[in-house]
């Protein structure tokens, strides 16, 4: 495996002021250059395409264009684009851009989805419900904190003897509904005081995934093509992009999610209680931060780690596998400590992140004039525009990172670390931490951690292992075709 380039460790803006120019691109006329910008975007482009082709187009990593889904799904389609390691951190300034109902894009989801309430995923900062809310969730995840090895390994174990007998059966493992299920246990117990969702009080048994994605599916559904070549791309734009899904048909799944969470996620609706949040809302919000944030997100984030990882081939495997369990036995065991300790780990984790986040938009809306610049050139955005970021590109910027579009396991090791400032997958940098002021992810620490986790019990296990991948709707379906058990 080829070592970072150390020419763009030091990668960074020139101080001097870039010239002001003009924004390029267009909207096109009103209704048919929404549709075209749609229809490029779904099925001529695709998203990677339909980014690329602009930059070259405008000659810029800023420009305008129209972001899906459109009308009737979004008043107001129109935004600026920032592509760029440079631009795209004016996202995350708060006090000029404001992050109100802007979560999924340029439309919102009916609050049916959410008990009738906002969830603090889509309240601005200068909400004060926001910081009630995250705060909430920021004190309760550090009370937790020393559950989170022992309890993770646990959902781990159920996941590998599952994995072990899909090979043994049938040669091959479906690794997604793996993750799945061992990420919903692990969240519902860490949220729950332990409780194992497979009890049959908590009624839920093994459809909590189940209901989860399909609750996301509808409220995402405008984000998404199903890529399916019989469906009519209009009829597609009918069903998903123009109206949106009825909260009615995943009703019956959500409450028992919100049944079980109020029931048993006791401890943190006292808490909310006594800091004079409403018991019900915090519940929706507890299971939002579940389904949403957390689940949502390790459906994208434990296949992708697995699919980058399986592609880097054998030879990363051996130097992982020996870095972890050398420290492990070192440490006597897997310890926060040791975790620390494993570089390599560490920087196969951030890469991960870095190559495939697990959210890929951001959005905001300007609050004032502002001035951002790219690289090269800088752009006056007016009042109440919206800023939208593709992520990927932004990660991936050349500018920043040497080889960019590959998977290098050892990036961020020794000197590459200075590059985790140009890490955006928790809506802020990598290097920053989250705040109740702020809209950084709550549990960045804790996604990171968790990642780590997961290749040191897996080459605890195991020596070597292939896959193969696709995309399905918003993330990686990975397949894993064979796996080396560790010989000692």
Known sequence: MSSPLSANVDAVPSPEKP?????????????????????????KQGADEFFRSRVEKYKSTVFRCNMPPGPFMAHNSKVVTVLDAVSFPILFDNSRV???????????????????????????????????????????LAKLHNRFIPMFQSSLSELFVKLDDDMSKDGKANFNDLSDQASFDFVFRLLCDNKSPADPDTKIGSDGPTSFDKWLFFQLAPLVSLGNKFIPHFLEDLLLHTFGLP????????????????????TILDEAVKRGIKRDEACHNLVFLAGFNAYGGMKILF????????AAGEKLHRRLAEEIRTVVKEEGGVTLSGLNRMSLVKSVAYE??????????????????????????????????????????????????ANAEEFVGDRFVGEGEKLLEYVYWSNGRETD????????????????????????????????????????????SVTVTSLTTATS
């Open 433 to 476: 931490n989250p705040s109740q002021n702020d809209k950084q992810c709550p549990a960045k620490d804790l996604v990171v951690l968790l990642s780590r986790l997961t290749l040191v019990e897996f080459f605890l296990k195991y020596d070597t292992f292939t896959v193969d991948a696709a995309t399905v709707l918003l993330g990686p």
């Open 352 to 401: 991960a992140l870095r190559i495939e986040p697990p959210v890929p938009f951001q959005y905001g809306k300007a609050r004032e004039d502002i001035v951002i610049n790219s690289h090269d050139s800088s752009f006056l955005i007016k009042k109440g525009e919206m800023i939208f970021g593709y992520q990927p590109f932004a990660t991936k910027d050349p500018k920043i990172f």
């Open 247 to 266: 909260f009615f048909l995943v009703k019956p799944g959500y409450q028992k999610l919100y049944d079980a969470f109020y029931k048993y996620g006791s």
């Open 19 to 43: 010239l002001l120019r003009e924004i390029p691109g267009d909207y096109g006329w009103p209704l048919f250059g929404v549709r075209r910008d749609r229809s490029d975007y779904y099925y």
């Open 98 to 140: 404001e992050k109100k109902d802007v979560l999924d894009g340029t439309y919102m989801p009916s609050t049916t989805f959410t008990g009738g309430y906002r969830a603090c995923a889509y309240l601005d900062t200068d909400e004060p419900s926001h910081a009630e809310i995250k705060g909430l969730f920021l004190s309760q």
């Open 303 to 310: 296949p992708a780690l697995i699919k980058w990882v399986g």
